[in-house]
């Protein structure tokens, strides 16, 4: 797809890209539809509308959809206060393709954001768990209508995550897994050595985004080193918090709800405009 008719016609590019049947905000205020990536992936996400000026995005991490039960609970979370979409990455859920590892997941967060100008958002926020963080950190070095993420167990490099197979931490994800009878878990895998932009990399291209790291110290998929080298690296407002005892991306929802939401919300009142 021509990237230069998307600048001239954003709103009949959108348009085109919508398929589906659909609801309106006065149906529970929840929309659900299909957008249209510039490389022809169709994306699966879910609207909460409540007629707020900002609306929250959530990336969803590696083998993980829009249903998983604790990213259903960061929804929940979050629509108290404000507007939320949240989407299924390529080859993951209701969307189609092959996941990438990140080296074209950025054109899918790129089609939900045009989708959220399209509707009129003011200021838009990210909560993103995993290679959904990096993927985030990717698109927003590149875009300037972010004002604020929340970054979840975000590794610095793709190629150095950690998988820690032999801690106890590996085994509790398996069992919440086993649990949930695999609900909103899965991936369709592509090409894992397609060229990749680090996070670390491009976190400092990002100037005008509040950032803020959260990140378990017993994560056996990404340790927090990762978390901390990309603070470090950023620019502008950000924090950091590493929480004691805490496991992988949304497995800090499951044991740390409360701390969480804390965490998250405050950070959008402090940071979204």
């Given at each position: ?81 404000y507007d939320v979409i949240i989407f299924d990455f390529r080859g993951h859920g209701n969307s189609s393709g092959s996941f990438t ?10 089609a939900v954001l045009n989708y959220a100008k399209y509707r009129g958002y003011k200021h838009i926020g990210i909560v993103a768990f ?103 690296a950023a620019h502008g407002k950000k924090d950091l918090t590493v929480i004691k005892g805490g496991l992988h991306a949304e497995r ?22």
């Open positions: 797809m021509n990237r230069h008719l998307f600048k001239i016609f954003p709103a009949l590019l959108l348009w085109m890209t919508l398929t589906g049947d659909p609801a309106t905000a006065a149906n529970a205020g929840i929309e659900s539809g299909t957008l249209r990536t510039s490389d022809n992936i169709n994306i699966s996400y879910t609207h909460f509308a409540k007629e707020s000026d900002s609306a929250i995005i959530i990336c969803p991490g590696f083998y993980n959809s829009k249903n998983n039960r604790w990213l259903r609970k960061t929804v929940d979370i979050l629509s108290t206060t590892w990140t080296a074209k997941e950025h054109l899918d967060l790129e995993s290679l959904g963080a990096a993927t985030a950190i990717i698109t927003a070095s590149s875009r300037d209508d972010i004002e604020s993420m929340v970054l979840i167990s975000c590794p610095s490099k793709v190629s150095m995550i950690n998988f820690h197979f032999w801690e106890p931490g590996m085994l509790s994800d398996l069992r919440e897994n086993i649990e949930c009878g695999w609900e909103g878990k899965g991936a369709r895998i592509g090409n894992i050595f397609l060229p990749k932009v680090d996070p670390v990399e491009a976190i400092g291209r990002i100037k005008n985004t509040s950032t803020l790291f959260i990140h378990g110290d017993n994560d056996w998929v990404v340790k927090d080193c990762h978390s901390k080298v990309l603070y470090k800090l929802i499951q044991y740390h709800p409360e701390e969480m939401k804390k965490l998250i919300i405050d950070w959008f009142f402090k940071t979204l405009a």
